[in-house]
């Protein structure tokens, strides 16, 4: 009987903005060792094709919701503890008694920013790499809002990311993944050669997701062409990343991965979507609508019936894309319209989503459901653009057990306007999340949630919605913020690059056993 092929399966990932106070712990990242960390991916339960095909192994897998920076101590906690479980790993006996790896998973974000290091990723798949060694074949899936350095793609030897934003396809990647490192490993050894070629383009643009969503003109159409480009003869794989906006660090902008068996035709089509990228870099808008709050909030209140529910993004304190969640000015903004808290009040049921405060969760749990509360919320981590929120409200619902909120409050303000509580911070994605509170966001007139584009279940609800640019973490508007390390010239922070036209080549890297010289550009 053959040898089934050896894979171990580690990774760490955390979507980190450098503009928001907030740090990342260890416990954030909901770490699982083990058979744990192969049990979380349906497409490797027992009975799939995937398990059958190979011994799968899991050593630590963590991810975090997006956030502040990861502070050094829990990297590198988590980090010793992954290389400590693969160094058990490589000297197990598996299979016909058979020692070592054959290959390894490394599922990973790809922005992630920890303290004191450049390039968070890379880091940690060169201490993956010292302890599996050159011969194990490594094969890589990130976020298309990753970003992905000359380094990484030298380490590893296979290499995709999603191609849909909303990612509705998130499983689909990590799954092609897995199916791209087992037929390479079931390449004959005599066949050369023996490693994909890898094709990367940098490309000098750094959007934020809300204008390269792949639902709209011209992402669309970019990501269009990759089953295009991937059906061509010696094309292995095709990444696209738009990267990742609220980093400030020279790997942030957008990029081009293509694998293959040839390298003229990987080269070709790395460097075919990189130009069409380019080209549609003033083509880019975002997904719906924006304006201030405050004009947000006048399209809303004046919206009819047909219009509702009307969604408005607080964008920029969107915790699943980095920000810390506690930013108060949106809801402070928000309780200061007449047509919630004036004389002539007069507006329907309206939804905010959402506020951590774990002393007022704490309060209003204390008094029950049906009490009136006087609670103080939010800016204990970022009060750079408000204070912490008073509110004083009936106790609408409690609801305990949340894996990232742990405790849910929804307190009932002026009568009509539902604000959810949480013990930590949480996004409010589905349906679910406000139905269980017994809230129905079908039926209010106005639903304020702290996110970027609406995700699927929220996008099919909302009638109409807006994008509203508001301050925080994950700010809307790039230049606001002030980076202050990526490369220039970077579309839009420079618009002319008639001097300076960008280098759309694809670089050639080398295998992973190769030593990698040169800059990272």
Same mark, same amino acid.
């Given at each position: 009987?053959?040898?089934?092929?050896?894979?171990a399966?580690?990774?760490?990932?955390?979507?980190?903005s450098?503009?928001?106070?907030?740090?990342?712990?260890?416990?954030?990242?909901?770490?699982?060792?083990g058979?744990?960390?192969?049990?979380?991916?349906?497409?490797l339960?027992?009975?799939t094709?995937?398990?059958?095909?190979?011994?799968?192994?899991?050593?630590?897998?963590g991810r975090?919701?997006?956030g502040g920076?990861?502070?050094?101590?829990?990297?590198?906690d988590?980090?010793?503890?992954?290389?400590?479980?693969?160094?058990?790993?490589?000297?197990?006996?598996h299979?016909?008694?058979?020692?070592?790896?054959d290959?390894?998973?490394?599922?990973?974000?790809?922005?992630?920013?920890?303290?004191?290091?450049?390039?968070?990723?890379?880091?940690?798949?060169?201490?993956?790499?010292?302890?599996?060694?050159?011969?194990?074949?490594?094969?890589?899936?990130?976020?298309?809002?990753?970003?992905?350095?000359?380094?990484?793609?030298?380490?590893?030897?296979l290499?995709?990311?999603?191609?849909?934003?909303?990612?509705e396809?998130?499983?689909?990647?990590?799954?092609?993944?897995?199916?791209?490192?087992?037929?390479?490993?079931?390449r004959?050894?005599r066949?050369?050669?023996?490693?994909?070629?890898?094709?990367?383009?940098?490309i000098?643009?750094?959007?934020? %997701?809300?204008q390269?969503?792949?639902?709209?003109?011209?992402?669309?159409?970019?990501y269009?062409?990759?089953p295009?480009?991937e059906?061509? *003869?010696?094309?292995?794989?095709?990444?696209?990343?738009?990267?990742?906006?609220?980093?400030?660090?020279?790997?942030?902008?957008?990029a081009v991965?293509?694998?293959?068996?040839?390298?003229?035709a990987?080269a070709?089509?790395?460097?075919?979507?990189?130009?069409?990228f380019w080209?549609?870099?003033?083509?880019?808008?975002f997904v719906?609508?924006?304006?201030?709050?405050?004009?947000?909030?006048?399209?809303?209140?004046?919206?009819?019936?047909?219009?509702?529910?009307?969604?408005?993004?607080?964008?920029?304190?969107?915790?699943?894309?980095?920000?810390?969640?506690?930013v108060?000015?949106?809801?402070?903004?928000?309780l200061?319209?007449s047509e919630?808290?004036?004389?002539a009040?007069?507006?329907?049921?309206?939804?905010?989503?959402?506020i951590?405060? *774990?002393?007022?969760?704490?309060?209003?749990?204390?008094?029950g459901?049906?009490?009136?509360?006087?609670v103080t919320?939010g800016?204990?981590?970022?009060?750079l653009?408000a %204070?912490?929120?008073?509110?004083?409200?009936?106790?609408?619902?409690?609801?305990?057990?949340?894996?990232n909120a742990?405790?849910?409050?929804?307190?009932?303000?002026?009568?009509s306007v539902?604000?959810?509580?949480?013990?930590?911070r949480k996004?409010?994605?589905?349906?679910r999340?406000?139905?269980?509170?017994g809230?129905?966001?079908?039926?209010a007139?106005?639903?304020?949630?702290?996110?970027?584009?609406?995700?699927?279940?929220?996008?099919?609800?909302?009638?109409?919605w807006?994008?509203?640019?508001?301050?925080?973490?994950?700010?809307?508007?790039?230049?606001?913020?002030?980076?202050q390390?990526?490369?220039?010239?970077?579309?839009p922070?420079?618009?002319?690059?008639?001097?300076?036209?960008?280098?759309l080549?694809a670089?050639?890297?080398?295998?992973?056993?190769?030593?990698?010289?040169? *800059?990272?550009?």
């Amino acid at each position: 009987m053959a040898r089934r092929p050896v894979i171990a399966i580690c990774g760490l990932a955390c979507e980190t903005s450098a503009f928001t106070p907030a740090r990342t712990e260890a416990a954030a990242f909901h770490a699982q060792r083990g058979p744990d960390a192969v049990a979380i991916y349906d497409f490797l339960a027992a009975g799939t094709p995937l398990a059958a095909a190979a011994d799968w192994h899991g050593a630590l897998i963590g991810r975090a919701l997006p956030g502040g920076m990861v502070t050094r101590a829990a990297y590198e906690d988590l980090a010793g503890e992954m290389v400590a479980l693969l160094e058990r790993l490589v000297k197990e006996p598996h299979n016909n008694g058979v020692d070592g790896l054959d290959g390894l998973w490394f599922d990973i974000h790809g922005a992630m920013v920890v303290e004191g290091l450049e390039d968070a990723e890379l880091d940690l798949l060169q201490r993956v790499r010292a302890v599996v060694g050159p011969s194990v074949l490594v094969s890589a899936s990130m976020d298309l809002h990753g970003n992905v350095s000359r380094g990484l793609v030298h380490q590893l030897d296979l290499v995709t990311c999603y191609r849909m934003a909303p990612h509705e396809d998130e499983q689909a990647t990590k799954q092609r993944a897995c199916v791209n490192l087992l037929k390479a490993l079931q390449r004959p050894r005599r066949v050369s050669p023996q490693r994909p070629y890898k094709a990367w383009v940098p490309i000098p643009i750094l959007l934020p %997701g809300e204008q390269t969503s792949t639902r709209d003109e011209p992402a669309k159409s970019i990501y269009g062409v990759i089953p295009d480009v991937e059906r061509l *003869p010696g094309i292995f794989d095709v990444g696209v990343w738009v990267g990742y906006a609220w980093a400030d660090a020279p790997r942030n902008r957008a990029a081009v991965v293509v694998t293959g068996w040839d390298s003229e035709a990987v080269a070709a089509g790395a460097e075919r979507l990189a130009r069409k990228f380019w080209a549609a870099r003033g083509e880019f808008h975002f997904v719906a609508p924006t304006g201030s709050l405050d004009a947000c909030l006048d399209a809303a209140f004046a919206a009819t019936p047909a219009q509702r529910p009307y969604f408005v993004s607080d964008s920029g304190d969107n915790p699943t894309a980095g920000g810390s969640g506690d930013v108060t000015w949106g809801l402070t903004e928000l309780l200061k319209r007449s047509e919630i808290s004036g004389q002539a009040a007069a507006a329907g049921a309206v939804i905010y989503a959402s506020i951590p405060g *774990p002393e007022a969760v704490k309060a209003a749990v204390a008094a029950g459901v049906g009490s009136t509360v006087t609670v103080t919320a939010g800016a204990a981590v970022d009060d750079l653009h408000a %204070g912490p929120i008073t509110l004083t409200g009936e106790v609408f619902s409690i609801k305990y057990g949340d894996k990232n909120a742990r405790t849910e409050v929804v307190l009932r303000v002026f009568g009509s306007v539902y604000v959810i509580l949480t013990e930590l911070r949480k996004p409010y994605h589905y349906e679910r999340d406000f139905v269980d509170l017994g809230l129905r966001p079908r039926e209010a007139d106005v639903v304020l949630v702290k996110i970027g584009y609406l995700e699927p279940e929220l996008y099919d609800m909302a009638a109409d919605w807006m994008l509203a640019l508001t301050p925080g973490g994950v700010d809307q508007d790039l230049k606001r913020l002030g980076h202050q390390r990526i490369r220039r010239p970077m579309f839009p922070f420079d618009t002319d690059f008639a001097d300076k036209p960008p280098n759309l080549a694809a670089r050639s890297i080398p295998l992973s056993t190769e030593p990698l010289t040169g *800059p990272d550009e």
